[in-house]
Each structure stands twice: as structure tokens, then as C-alpha cells.
């Protein structure tokens, strides 16, 4: 029987599963919290049931262009069931897909993020920066910020998506959403062109070399609010990932700019959750005076991370320290949050420190390494 591409994704949706996956010669598989599993009553693919899929999305000349020659492509699709960010990419001389549910716009009490992060929808100019691996629900996160915006200011608001995810209907704000290879042919582009069409918020799907890093703080300079995202680790890094996008010929002016416009930077993982589901946790960075001449002064990032451990006063809070709340409220596991946290031993004496002294010295997992989680 061929592959019906939309009916499986509306049993993606059916099931609650977050991405669904299609490559020759496997069976469809879904994403259920964070685990890869067969889409039930699905048979394994032929290379023609993929093609047949390539024919249906990538209708668009440049996306189709930019897959024959680049071997990927990201683009959206929508069907009756729901709306999708596509990732199509060539494995082994076959077409791939990854397909993201991309669900109704969320409000920032529905995901719960920290009302530090939630009150900078009523920032008026500035630039905020919202990073983390791949998955970590950047995105989502921009536009629950976005939707606050819309909610409460009457104001132009313009994205710059590759591809559109969430859709925002005009509520307060009118909102104009380009997708790059519909309605532009480059983020450059797009967002030269975004200056003269009078905007008071400009959202950039990503910020991924010089150019474009250096018109969103010119914008966010001249009293323009600017919504963006980086794939880094965490706020030190993304600080310096921002400022060496410029070389070093220009990282003087860029750490100016950045210390001069920034408003906040949240870095994000997902961690599993007692519910089986995923918990966020955030790590914050509020560009307060003390931090502004550390971005200036080009202070190591350990000197960073201190301050953001130190500057709850301002909102802030590290990834271990977010990590603490959510195992104190009951939503993770110690035994989770130990191998997520940034440093497994100092996250274990803030543990022991909190009063969580019933975890079990002698459990393996007790004695994890203080690298990194696997994000």
C-alpha cells in the first residue's frame, strides 16, 4: 500500500507525538516524549513513497533549488490536521523528512517560563536572544513573547522565519510573517528590507553570520525591539558566539553594540519530567549594569556565569539553579537533574545544601561525571 503522507501526520498528532520521522527503508517513526517508536499500522518505505512525498512539499522553486543543490532544506506544510516544520534532506540517494508538529501559538503561563523571560514582551527596543540545541523549544518560546506583544501593544510586528511555524492572527499588533523562499529569497534580504517597512518588533528565526547579526543590533539600536536565536549552550557562550561573528578586527564594536542593546538572553534544555513528559529549564541572563560592562569588557565567560548565579535580584539564574527549583517542586527527579545538570557534583552539594539529603549517596547515578548532559 503507498504511503499516505497525511494520514500519518494526523496520527502523529493523534498520538501526541512531536515529530515524525520518514526515510527509506525504515517504518515511519514518531517522536513521544523525547522516544523514537514505530508509527502504528505503517509499513517500511520505498524509495518511491519518498519521492512521492518530495513531490508534494517542495513546491516552492528556491526551496527545490536549494534541496537539489545543498542536498536539505527546511520549509512548512500544512494539512487539515495541522501545520508542520519540515526538515527534507537526501540520505543514501533517497529523499528524507522530518516533520515538526508546530502547534496553535502558546501563551507564556501555558509553558510556564520564568516571568523574568515573559516580561520582555513589555520591552519597548533592545534585542532578546533565545538559545539552545536543537529541540530545545526555542522557537516556541519566541512565540509565546511574540503572542504577549500582540496581546498588549498596538505595534507592527514582523518575523523572518525559515520556515513559518506559528501562525499569529493580528490582535493588538499587526503582524506581517515572511518565510524565506516564499516571500524572500534570504534571511539578508528580508531583513534589509524589514527596516524600511516600518516595524516596531522584528523576530529573526536565526542569526547565523556577520550581516545579519550586525543589522539586528543596528535595529535594536535605533529603538527597535529584536527577537532572535542562536544555537549555543548557554548565556556566556551565546555572548561570545554573538561577538565572534564579527572576527576579531570588529569584536570591539560588536561587544559595544551587544553591551549597548541587549535586554536578555534565555538558554534552554528540556529535561524529563516526573509526568513523563518534558520540563523546561532556563538559564537567564538580564543585561543588568554590572553584566553590561562584563560584555564590554570582555570578561571570561566563567566571570559571566557567576554573575548570572549571583543576580537573582535581576531574575537571573544558571541552568543548575533552575534545575533546583524544578527538583524542590516535584516536576523532576533528582536522579534526572543530576545527569542533566551542568556540573553533577555542585549540583549534588546544592542538593545536599536545599535538604535534599534522602538521595541516595550510594546509587550509581549519584556518582555521574560533572560533564554536560547529552543535549
Known amino acids: 500500500m503507498a504511503f499516505d503522507l497525511d494520514t500519518a501526520l494526523s496520527d502523529t ?16 517513526r514518531i517522536r513521544v516524549a523525547g522516544r523514537l517508536m514505530d508509527l502504528p499500522s505503517h509499513e517500511a518505505l520505498s524509495p518511491e513513497d519518498t519521492l512521492a512525498v518530495k513531490e508534494r512539499v517542495l513546491t516552492s522553486e528556491i526551496k527545490r533549488a536549494e534541496f537539489e543543490s545543498n542536498g536539505s532544506a527546511d520549509l512548512s506544510y500544512y494539512t487539515p490536521s495541522g ?14 523528512f522530518v516533520f515538526r508538529v508546530v502547534p496553535p501559538a502558546p501563551r507564556a503561563e501555558d509553558l510556564r517560563l520564568p516571568e523574568t523571560v515573559s516580561s520582555w514582551s513589555d520591552a519597548r527596543r533592545g534585542l532578546v536572544v533565545i538559545t539552545g540545541p536543537t529541540g530545545a523549544g526555542k522557537s516556541t518560546t519566541c512565540a509565546a513573547i511574540l503572542d504577549g ?14 520556515p513559518i511555524e506559528f501562525l499569529h492572527p493580528d490582535r493588538k499588533a499587526i503582524v506581517c510573517q515572511r518565510e524565506i523562499g516564499l516571500d524572500a529569497p534570504s534571511h539578508h ?12 518588533v522584528i523576530m529573526i528565526g536565526e542569526v547565523r553570520d556577520e550581516e545579519t547579526a550586525m543589522t539586528a543590533l543596528r535595529a535594536a539600536e535605533t529603538g527597535l525591539l529584536v527577537i532572535c536565536t542562536l544555537h549555543t549552550i548557554d548565556a556566556a557562550e551565546t555572548v561570545q558566539r554573538f561577538t565572534d561573528l564579527f572576527g576579531q578586527n570588529r569584536a570591539v564594536l560588536a561587544r559595544q553594540m551587544l553591551g549597548g542593546t541587549l535586554v536578555g538572553i534565555c538558554s534552554q534544555r528540556l529535561v524529563p519530567a516526573v509526568d513523563g513528559g518534558l520540563a523546561l529549564n532556563a538559564e537567564v541572563l538580564v543585561n543588568s549594569s554590572r553584566m553590561r560592562e562584563m ?7 566563567s566571570e559571566i556565569r557567576k554573575a548570572i548565579s549571583e543576580g537573582s535580584f535581576y531574575g537571573m539564574r544558571t541552568f543548575d539553579q533552575c534545575l533546583l527549583g524544578l527538583v524542590t517542586s516535584g ?38 561525571t560533572d560533564a554536560p548532559g547529552d543535549w
Open 13 to 28: 498528532i493523534r498520538v501526541g507525538a512531536s515529530d515524525l520521522h520518514v526515510k527509506v527503508p525504515a517504518v515511519p
Open 83 to 96: 501545520r508542520f516544520r519540515v526538515a527534507a534532506f537526501s540520505q543514501r540517494g533517497s529523499a528524507s
Open 149 to 162: 506583544i500582540n496581546r498588549r501593544r498596538a505595534c507592527h510586528l514582523l518575523t523572518i522565519e525559515d
Open 189 to 200: 534580504v528580508a531583513l534589509r528590507a524589514a527596516l524600511r517597512q516600518d516595524p516596531d
Open 295 to 301: 560584555i564590554v569588557e570582555a570578561k571570561p565567560q
Open 331 to 368: 516536576e523532576v527527579k533528582e536522579t534526572d537533574a543530576i545527569d542533566f545538570a551542568t556540573s553533577g557534583h555542585d549540583f549534588k552539594l546544592m542538593l545536599e545544601q536545599a535538604g535534599h539529603a534522602h538521595f541516595a549517596a550510594d546509587d550509581p547515578r549519584a556518582r555521574a
